[in-house]
């Protein structure tokens, strides 16, 4: 992958609160609301860090077979990247994703960060082709609006979808497709309360007045802004001074940039380049400037394309994941982070006796069992190591087998709320893993 007007935005935007709004929004927030937020209060403590990212679930699935490429990807592992969304997301696959991660950033006071990768013709025939027809998209983003409406997430919008459209296989007929497509939606997540991002390229690509075009074509000022560099390997000042001046002419909107792969800064090529190093790591930013955060939207170790040696797009290059890691330039102590885990049951057994199983690890020390602490009330009836075998946490998320628990404890008789608490490894604090009520005889 590389890297018309406001009425028209204003429009889509009554169009959504008319009939695309989620019913559990009571009123629709403006884009002035959204656009006056903080970058604080839009991204928190960050941007989420999933447990079963493609880094996470490469990590685990090449443990065996090639160590090396096993190692880099749990290194890139325990880094927040976006989550991409398209056609391979659809219907109950789509509420599952977007609710792992909009639940895990609740869950940790950070913002899940979501992609949208499915625009009709998207990259107009080229590695990354693909997409649906205009009302099947629209039918599939006005699913996601209704699943991230109130919740703490930011969208990245369509990469390439705008910058590209100066490339001679994108037609003038797709340009205005694609402007009516995108102010919807971006008029739509704005309703919903959730900053979205349009795409404006990178600093090489469009020239700041043509991209800025573009934008108000596609209803930036309807949405918190737009984003710059994503996939690609541009230095972070080169990226911020080339998006204060397109800000500056779409009315100062917001922005974020990609950082995933600029370590090295350009390689001489957007596919693959050989090079390059993982660059600085997410985190929010409060300059004075429009820049709201740096992002890792881009995966590191999924490949652009069949170019330098790489598989499909989106495919994992592991040979590509050990050398952005190798040559990483990240700007920041090695990231510290909360347990995760999961209650599987609680079940009441003989008087006074409550059996309570499920799993918990901590990528701070992955190879260390976490003390899970379990209590009714203000009273603690349980502490315990997470140290039994569970090979499918070992398979899914990669830190090996010894995070599960199943312990029975006494617990008095009635009806009763426990809730289970992994204490952290590191510094990134504990986690709550939740609470469950039975009766105990």
């Not at 009709?120 to 027809?133: K, L, V």
């Not at 074509?217 to 972070?236: D, E, I, K």
């Amino acid at each position: 992958m590389r890297t018309t007007t406001f009425m028209a935005a204003a429009m889509a935007l009554a169009a959504v609160v008319g009939g695309v709004l989620p019913t559990a929004t009571a009123t629709a927030a403006t884009a002035s609301e959204v656009r006056a937020r903080s970058s604080a209060q839009l991204f928190g403590a960050g941007q989420y860090v999933s447990p079963t990212s493609e880094a996470a679930k490469s990590a685990a699935a090449l443990r065996t077979s090639d160590p090396a490429g096993a190692a880099a990807a749990a290194a890139i592992a325990r880094w927040p990247v976006a989550t991409w969304l398209g056609e391979w997301t659809t219907g109950s696959t789509l509420t599952k994703t977007i609710t792992a991660a909009t639940d895990g950033a609740a869950a940790t006071g950070t913002t899940a960060v979501l992609v949208t990768y499915a625009i009709p013709d998207r990259d107009c025939g080229g590695y990354s082709a693909g997409g649906f027809d205009e009302a099947s998209y629209d039918a599939w983003v006005d699913q996601i609006v209704r699943l991230v409406a109130g919740k703490r997430v930011a969208v990245v919008v369509e990469p390439d979808s705008l910058a590209m459209l100066g490339d001679p296989r994108c037609t003038a007929a797709l340009g205005q497709q694609r402007s009516r497509i995108l102010a919807r939606e971006v008029a739509a997540f704005t309703a919903a309360g959730v900053p979205a991002y349009l795409d404006a390229g990178n600093s090489n690509w469009v020239q700041p007045a043509t991209m800025a075009a573009r934008l108000d074509a596609a209803g930036v000022r309807s949405a918190r802004g737009f984003f710059t560099n994503v996939a690609n390997y541009y230095p972070t000042a080169r990226e911020q001074a080339y998006a204060e001046r397109v800000s500056a002419l779409t009315g100062g909107s917001h922005y974020v940039i990609d950082t995933s792969r600029n370590g090295t800064g350009w390689r001489g090529t957007w596919c693959n380049a050989p090079g390059a190093g993982l660059g600085t790591s997410p985190r929010v930013v409060t300059d004075g400037t429009g820049l709201d955060a740096l992002l890792w939207v881009k995966t590191p170790g999924a490949s652009d394309g069949t170019c330098n040696g790489g598989p499909a797009a989106g495919k994992w290059y592991s040979a590509y994941a050990q050398a952005l890691v190798a040559n990483g330039v990240l700007g920041t102590a090695t990231p510290t982070t909360a347990p995760v885990g999961r209650i599987d049951q609680v079940v009441p057994g003989s008087t006074r006796r409550v059996t309570i199983r499920g799993w918990a690890f901590d990528r701070d020390a992955p190879t260390t069992p976490v003390t899970v602490s379990v209590t009714v009330g203000r009273s603690t009836v349980g502490r315990f190591a997470a140290a039994a075998a569970r090979s499918d946490v070992a398979r899914a998320h990669g830190v090996g087998p010894a995070h599960g628990y199943a312990r029975t404890i006494a617990v008095p008789t009635g009806k009763r709320t426990l809730c289970v608490t992994a204490t952290g490894l590191g510094a990134g604090g504990d986690t709550a893993l939740g609470c469950r009520t039975v009766t105990v005889r």
